[in-house]
């Protein structure tokens, strides 16, 4: 590891403990990738051709002319597959790794086999996915009789937003993995074909009702009986989520973002009932998520079969109030690629407190842990329980804050408008609850407010670039500041006429990529405008897409994980941060890197993410920060449907083969097919 980021995340109430386990496991690993010949790597010849593959494009020879995996990407994969095929053909000292992930699992979840791959936010889950469903794929196609290998997957995640983004892993997509990226060699493409893969959000598995019975009618047909079972069974359930699956036993459970999956463990040392107001709540919240997505792990292993879940997160810790030290790193763990790694490797931004000449110096830990300051005067409550508030009444230090920052991100918008960027900058506030994001909202957008004589009038924003109003107060026909939160979402409103009108263009893109993915034209005609609203928000920073006008997004949590924006510059915290965890988590969404592309020295240029409010401890010294425009980037598409009649079409050649003309030659000879050669010298005209 570059950094021991315990130093950083272990504190007297939060432990971060890194297994010894995983640089022994480490070290095993990388002495066998060295091994020069591949015969001698004790894999699956598929498996072997697949880590040449990888390992190629991960040291800069491009396997194919898109594709250069990073090698953390490759490592986790490598430890996956040495775990799973060379481990078992090793010696008893090799097999103590096995041992302990089966110790580790019998402890905490004694129904499963768990082990988790530890990936820094912005480092590539997404491929590491592709690239394990490759490897298990194709070995099951071409071994059927390993118990090993499967072709049946299961893809879980705690929401709708990730599970979108997660649509990339379907073999038959569009921008599918396996080929946008050359994740597999060309003649393995078929095999990945068989895949089965079911995507959800752990949500779609409780039990539903089967009939929609009133209080009155449930009591009058129960009568003095027992009570009547009107949800489904989990054999139904199972069948509705995964009826894909249904015929394939032992099936690869993935968990993204696993953190929120874990058993709770009794009488342990962290319990909910130690914790305090807003911090009991939340963990109350967190430990019935983790309840309910291990339960529906159990019951899929159960019915069907499961041979191995597979976690991934950037911080696979257990959380507050789960009976374990908060922050103690998943017992089954075998992989770590930290945050600092991927900082210090330039993967991804690096998290920097910008400031001014002009700023005293004690304004600092105001801007560094901003709700210390604030937290009192801020709403405690959701907008529905909050009553009348006004944005105006904003807590002063908020609103320096909020100025401050955002003079910084005018400097970035002007450097990237010049660059000739087609996407803006995104700035994103984090807050505490709904009532506090709808008052930051309507401060940052501008907001209208009723007057003693019952007129409306408006309160344009001081900020001109988040503006959704015009100085006529009219409407933006393509807003600029976006509020995304669970109130909003589920408040089902009516997107603006005016944004219809402007958006249809990629109003329409939406719906033919809804009509590729699903087949349906009725689910790509009936999109509700919550689902505008996802689709607003899922792409932000993406040029010709419903979201490429926004610059400002206000959240509450929303954003806290599976936001995959890479277009983030500048991230504001309006909510209490107890734990590094959490800050790492929020910060997170600002890390993923807008360019890849390499400079003259072979390396990437670096990128910051600029934040005020989130006492994160790795966060660069603050300074006057040195302003940059990431290079413009081209993205190359096909102008369908109106060039496909030029679409050209090559081949793609799996092998060769000689194919003979079934008729058969025969030969006749007469006296004309002899020619007597001689050495006599005979004379013309003899």
Known sequence: MVFDEGKGLSTSEQMYDPIPVINQIRSHVDAWRHIPNPVDWKVSPEAA????????????????????????????????????????????????????????????????????LKMATGSGKTTVMAMIIAWQTVNANRHPQS??????????????????????????????????????????????????????????????????LMKGTRALLQGHNSPIKSTETEGQMIQRVMQELMHIKNIMVIND????????????????????????????????????????????????????????????????????????????????FSLMDAIECGIVKLPRVPISDNIPGAQM???????????????????????????????????????????????????WKEADIDVPPCFIVVCNNT?????????????????????????????????????????????????????????????????????????????????????????????????????????????GQLGESIRCVVSVAMLSEGWDANTVTHVLGVRAFGTQLLCEQVIGRALRRQSYELNNRDQFDVEYADIFGIPFDFTAEPSPPTLRSPRATVHVRAMSPERDKLEIRFPRVAGYRAELPEEKLAARFTADSTLELGNRRQRLGT
Request: charged share 30%; net charge neutral.
């Open 147 to 212: 118990k090993r290998f499967t072709r049946g997957f299961l893809i879980v995640t705690p929401g709708i937003t990730i599970r979108d983004r997660l649509r990339v892993l379907y073999p038959s997509g569009p921008d599918n993995y396996y080929e946008h990226r050359s994740l597999v060699p060309h003649d393995m493409i078929p095999d990945i074909k068989k895949a089965k893969i079911v995507i959800t959000n752990y949500h779609a598995f409780m039990l539903r009702e089967k009939m929609n």
């Open 49 to 116: 051709r697949l880590l040449q593959h990888w390992r190629k494009g991960a040291h800069g020879n491009h396997a194919a002319e898109n594709f250069r995996p990073f090698f953390c990407q490759v490592e986790a994969v490598e430890t996956l597959i040495w775990l799973t095929e060379v481990v078992p053909q090793l010696g008893k000292k090799e097999s103590r790794f096995l041992d302990h992930l089966k110790n580790a699992n019998a402890e905490a979840n004694p129904e499963l086999f768990r082990i988790a």
């Open 435 to 543: 009532a506090s994001s709808k008052l930051v909202y309507d401060f940052i957008s501008g907001y209208y407010h009723k007057t003693q004589d019952g007129t409306k009038n408006l309160e344009n924003s001081r900020f001109e670039l988040f503006r959704n109003f015009d100085e006529n107060g009219n409407s933006l026909a393509r807003p600029r500041t976006l509020l995304i939160d669970s109130q909003q979402l589920e408040s089902d409103d009516s997107l603006d006429d005016n944004f219809r009108e402007a958006a249809k263009d990629e109003i329409e893109r939406f719906r033919m990529e809804r009509l590729q993915r699903s087949g349906s034209r009725e689910e790509a005609d009936n999109i509700s405008d919550k689902e505008f609203l996802r689709e607003v928000m899922n792409t932000v920073g993406k040029a």
């Open 365 to 415: 830990p105001i801007y560094r842990n901003l709700w210390e300051h604030i937290g009192k005067k801020m709403p405690k409550k959701s907008r529905a329980n909050a009553g009348a508030l006004n944005p105006a009444d904003l807590p002063p230090e908020l609103q320096t804050a909020l100025e401050a920052l955002y003079g910084h991100y005018k400097k970035t918008f002007t450097l």
């Open 257 to 336: 973002e696993a953190h929120h999956c874990y058993r709770e463990k009794p009488d342990g040392e962290d319990t909910v009932d130690d914790l305090r107001d807003d911090e009991k709540q939340e963990a109350k919240e967190n430990n019935e998520t983790a309840r309910v997505w291990i339960s529906v792990l159990e019951t899929v292993k159960r019915r069907l079969g499961i041979n191995a879940v597979i976690d991934l997160s950037a911080t696979p810790f257990f959380l507050r109030g789960s009976g374990y030290g908060e922050g103690t790193l998943f017992h089954w763990t075998v992989s770590d």
